[in-house]
């Protein structure tokens, strides 16, 4: 159970196209779902906390126009990378906190995006 | 599919050591990872340890892996209260591979 659905795992694009990153919680209602991002060789950053129903909260340093997030419901969270750039080529995963269930997280597969 | 467990809270006096404990079921993982949340912040890498290794030590932190068990700990020594946190296992089969995270375990430092 407590499972988080990424989708896709790997996106190929285009620089100047927008990609769509799903996050689903597929057995639990997420309120809060995290985005993250890994650089080579290094941990994965934090890039905001997405909230159902209103707006996301960006770490700083964080593009809000560019990383476009959002949460319309309780079991999705959508990041949506715009007019991509090829540094915005990296790994990006989401994150659920398990409110209901004892506490902890669970963590989606990720996303490997490249953009060429 | 690949399963990370690991508990949920442990609670240390300062100055004690800390043990966290982590399982997982895939035998083909290759790097297996703790990482740390401060509160507010992100996931902060602390170590990695290859499959072919048993045991790893970095200042404070000692990682110790048994393979056959799949089992994955890591032990903080001198435990301090900026030590506090939440600890994540996780494990990938290389690269950019998918990476499978425990729940994490929340460290609670107690003065």
């Known amino acids: 159970g407590a499972v988080v659905s990424q989708h896709p795992s790997r996106v190929i694009c285009k620089s100047g196209t927008s990609v769509k990153i799903e996050c689903r919680s597929l057995?639990?209602?997420?309120?809060?779902m995290f985005w993250y991002r890994q650089f080579p060789k290094q941990s994965l950053m934090l890039m905001a906390t997405?909230?159902?129903?209103?707006?996301?909260?960006?770490e700083q340093g964080v593009e809000k126009d560019k990383f476009l997030i959002n949460h319309a419901s309780l079991t999705l969270s959508t990041l949506t990378v715009t007019s991509a750039h090829p540094e915005d080529s990296s790994f990006y995963i989401c994150?659920?906190?398990?409110?209901?269930?004892?506490?902890?997280?669970?963590f989606g597969s990720g996303t490997r995006l490249t953009v060429v | 599919g690949e399963d990370v467990e690991q508990s949920l809270f442990l609670s240390v006096r300062e100055g004690d050591s800390s043990v966290i404990n982590c399982t997982y079921t895939?035998?083909?993982?290759?790097?297996l990872y703790w990482y740390k949340q401060e509160p507010g912040a992100g996931l902060q890498l602390l170590t990695y340890?290859?499959?072919?290794?048993d045991m790893k030590q970095d200042q404070r932190l000692t990682v110790l892996l048994n393979k056959k068990d799949k089992h994955l700990s890591l032990r903080i020594a001198d435990t301090q209260t900026g030590d506090s946190a939440i600890y994540f296992c996780?494990?990938?089969?290389?690269?950019?591979?998918?990476?499978?995270f425990g729940t994490g375990t929340k460290l609670q430092v107690i003065p």
């Open positions: 997405s909230n159902e129903g209103s707006k996301a909260t960006y």
């Open positions: 057995d639990f209602q997420a309120t809060t």
């Open positions: 340890i290859f499959s072919n290794m």
């Open positions: 994150s659920a906190e398990l409110q209901l269930r004892g506490g902890g997280y669970t």
């Open positions: 895939d035998s083909s993982s290759t790097y």
């Open positions: 996780a494990e990938s089969t290389g690269g950019y591979q998918k990476v499978t």
